[in-house]
């Protein structure tokens, strides 16, 4: 395969640079290890300052780069290697096998109907559940299932009601090579692992959660149709946060901000507040970094809203026999001995860490920084990597917002452009 | 007495956000009356007052306009609704129609609960309607 | 013109998907008596090669020329049959989608009956609707490949070398007779360290080096007019005026530091109290000896109505300055770095160093010995005497007093007056007074006057990392914009019906959108016509709704083909089993 453009991840920095680049007519393919595309924010409730639904942001992008005739999408896919050749660039890229014929699926789920097997469902962090055979969430795109073949027990019940018999139990993985003129990589974050930090639990706690599994119980389409806390499906009356649970702590190999931990923190704070007004919600911190356009208010909002904001260092957490968490903190105002708290349901606000660390299994020979985030050597040209005709965008650079990641996406496509305008000449 | 299911709806939507919205629900094979229809516009500002008037003159029982409101692209646009909804409501007074047969919400493009709500509460409203009206 | 409608109606099973539920069979029977219907199939997949072909073989042969498909919803194949028909020679407007699958026959399973009937209606309505439609063009305005760009401190020289790299002419206007903006005040910049005057060289040698790029420096904008593809910008340099022609405009017109009044904590009463930007001043020629230097952060941001003076225009900064954090403890690295044995205390509400190895600094700072008091939100320190008063709430809300020789007021920025763009254009600030980008993460170097783009801190704070990447994405937004010399414009915007317009102008007062419509003389003479400029309208639909006669209505969606969708939505019968 042959393009101007190869855009690594789809998520929203992939997405929109993938149209900024299509837009002016080059041609694109886009790639994802994940089976739909629209990365972390798909999976998002409301988005910080605005609460604007994150699905509503993100499934126009997602279709107008299904829609868009320059772009081409390949999805389940792993890139396995990005060799610069002359000023181009070879990729080396499989496709995942999905089980399903692509060229004959219609996307009518009724394999997904008739499978009779559940598995833990990934998109839901592990709150909810899926059939072995299903499309990844409703809104995905391209809405093609994927079939876990770890777990599926070949009992062929989908392949008897699939009405154009597309199931394909001895699919293979498919190898491609993509002549690309320039690559830009979009490849994300993931948080900083639950089981990162011992003190807090160690990812053993039922009702300590990840923000993602919070995103999700907020989620208009979430897994419970609610805020219920997993242990024992109560909704929750006193829920804390914990900042910094992933970040500033060298102790964890993370010693940097994460940037939107405290913006998102305050956001589920306030939807929380908003869907069960009666709880008690706290949020121990060391610095509130609500530093964009917007922030400020949006945290004195939630102020004025009643959400409780104690500076203090979370040095442990525990629980009780009903799996209470029970945080022990050391107030920073006020007086300084350490207290115990006792809530029904505690976030820890974790931070971010690059998805993808190319040069760590030698995938593409680019550098990256002592946080293992690619490194972006000008200051004024801050896409570009060590490698020439490679640009980076949105977190694969450092932990970013939403909108700095859409300006850097942009931004990218701006340079990527002008690098096909300079190898042309 | 009427089944509720049977009451004709129309319901407005918008291109950005509530026709996306309905189709939601339609992925998540949520159920709801055949009785209804949905038209899809770019803004529901475009109807004039007797738009409504005339749709239910024709036969049809409730209106849902479901607008983008705050995602709305429009500057203006759902002020002038608002205001525009305002005087329909006098003019279905003077017409002896309840202005409950005519709803203005805001339907998002995931707001799948909100939206069957919607139609729900006025199929309830309409069958208290013809209840009033047969006692 | 009378050609005969003919119409192609299309029913999809869908694979089952619709089939199941919905008889398509006898929608595509009872579709077939139907006025204006010529053609009516049903077929397994209309969206698959085959189902296209058939549309394309019966508009080549069977002379349709509307055609219907009722299948799954238009957010998946409208594109895909309006390209089909544009194979087939038909304008792809003359295509309607049906949504008889998300919207029936996923949503009333148990129904099928009455699913039926509601196919059937939806694709009666859908009939009507193609019926009253016209064939329509995308509106193509001529664009200018050549772009404005209002200011040449960082933000400014990034964009026009980027875009002028694109291949696209540049007029780079500064005020100044000098590039670099701001960051001429400043001796190093965090996070590299590196010097801000081989930042600026480093740009302005890449300006030099791009041919496209026309620098006029001591330059005013004085006067801006036009749209899109089509702006005509009034320059000042010195006593000349001249005009250049851009299809965009690029904003890049930075900021102001935060002036603090006189008396706000000490400033102009006291020669000990500076602001930030003094210090870095100060510190540049090495004049700093004090050996207890305080630092005060927020000074002009996150304020408080009530609580702070406002600004002369009434408001308060009740943002965050983003920025100062970091330059405030970057600043202090680099008095460290000269004068060890400072001794330096920063008082502050958050520290709030975010940014990619921004941390470090703080961190750094805290082990050489730094002192930070934190006071709280709606409680401000004085300064009084010389000393430095906090109630410092990381001691048990001791009431401290710390002896200064130097008092650095961290200060925060403020966007610059350019209330003359502004109101050529009227540009949309928020209530921070920066301008206010569309939406924040659909759009967030666009402003809502199309062509107008931004970047960097006119629109907020921001740093140069930041204001860079700002910059390039305003670049290439243009360069979507003007690539191709033509602006192609969605067709679904409003027309006017010359012989049933009487002039009444109530669309005119309805209109939101400066230039959108106007009142023109007809040549033959009698009332004024109403003329919609194609490139400023939005399609929104305000000013159809109060045309008394309907002249004006949106292309593709009027309100006559509304009021015949109703009437056949309405006149089926709606059975019930």
Known sequence: MKCDALVIGAGIAGLQAALDLADQGKQVILVDRDPSIGGRMINLSKVFPTLDCASCITTPRMASVAHHPNIKTLTYTEVDSVTPVGPRFLAKVTKKPRYIREDLCIGCKRCEEECILYLSDEYDHGLGAKKVVSIPFTNAIPQLPVLDMDECMLCGACAKACPTDAIDFMQEPVHEEIDAGTVILATGYNITPMDAKRQYGGGKLPNVISPFMAERLLAPHGPYGGVMRPSDGKIPSSIAYVQCAGSRDASIGVPYCSRVCCMYAIKQAMLLSGSLPIADITIYYMDIRAFGKGYEQFYQNAKAMGIEFVKAKVAKITEDEEHNPIVRIERQEGTSAPEEVKHDLVVLSLGMVPAWVPDRDGIIPLEVGADSFVRTPRLTAPNLTSLPGVFAAGAATGPKDIVDTIVEASAAAMEASNYLEACAK | ?135 | MSEEIRVGVYICHCGGNISDVVDVKKVAEELSHYPNVKVSKNYMFMCSDPGQQMIIDDIKQNNINRVVVSACSPALHELTFRKALQRAGLNPHMYENVNIREQVSWVHKGRKEDATRKAIRLTKAGVEKIVRQDPLEAIRVNAERHVAVIGAGVAGMRAAVSLARRGLGVTLIEQADRVGGRLLEMDRIYPTGEKAIDVVNGLAKEVEGEKAISLLLNTQVVGIDGYVGNFTLTLQTGDEKAEVRAGAIVLATGYNHYQPQEGEFGYKESPKVVTLPEFWALLKEDKVSAKHVAFLHCVGSRQFEGLDQPQPDGKVNDYCSRLCCTAGLHAVEQLLERRPDTRVYHVYKDIRTYGRGHEDYYERMSRKGVRFFRYADGEKPEFVGHKLKVRDVLTWGEELEIPVELLVLVTGIMPRDISGIIDALKLPTGVDRFLQEVHPKLRPVELANNGVLVAGCCQGPMDVIESCASAEAAAVKASILLAKGEIELDPYVARVVPEKCDGCQKCLAECEYKGALTMTNRPEGGPLLATVNKALCVGCGACVAVCPTRAIQIAGWSLDQFDAMVDALVSEEYTHA
Not at chain 2, 34 to 41: C, E
Not at chain 2, 90 to 107: A, F, N, P, Y
Request: proline letters at 5%; charged letters at 25%; glycine letters at 6%.
């Open chain 2, 1 to 135: 007495m009427k089944d509720p299911n049977d009451y004709k709806i129309l319901i407005l939507t918008t291109n950005i956000s509530s026709y996306p919205g309905a189709n939601t629900v339609g992925q998540a094979r949520l159920q709801y009356s055949p009785a209804t229809s949905i038209i899809r516009v770019p803004d529901p500002v475009v109807f004039p007052d007797d738009f409504y008037l005339r749709a239910f003159e024709k036969g049809v029982d409730g209106i849902i306009i479901m607008s983008s409101g705050s995602d709305c692209p429009y500057e203006g646009a759902y002020r002038r609704l608002s205001e525009r909804v305002a005087r329909v409501y006098k003019e279905m007074e003077v017409r002896g129609l309840d202005r409950s047969k005519l709803k203005l919400t805001t339907i998002c493009t995931v707001c799948k609960a909100a939206f069957l709500k919607e139609i729900k509460d006025m199929q309830d409203n309409l069958a208290k309607l013809e209840q009033k009206v047969a006692s």
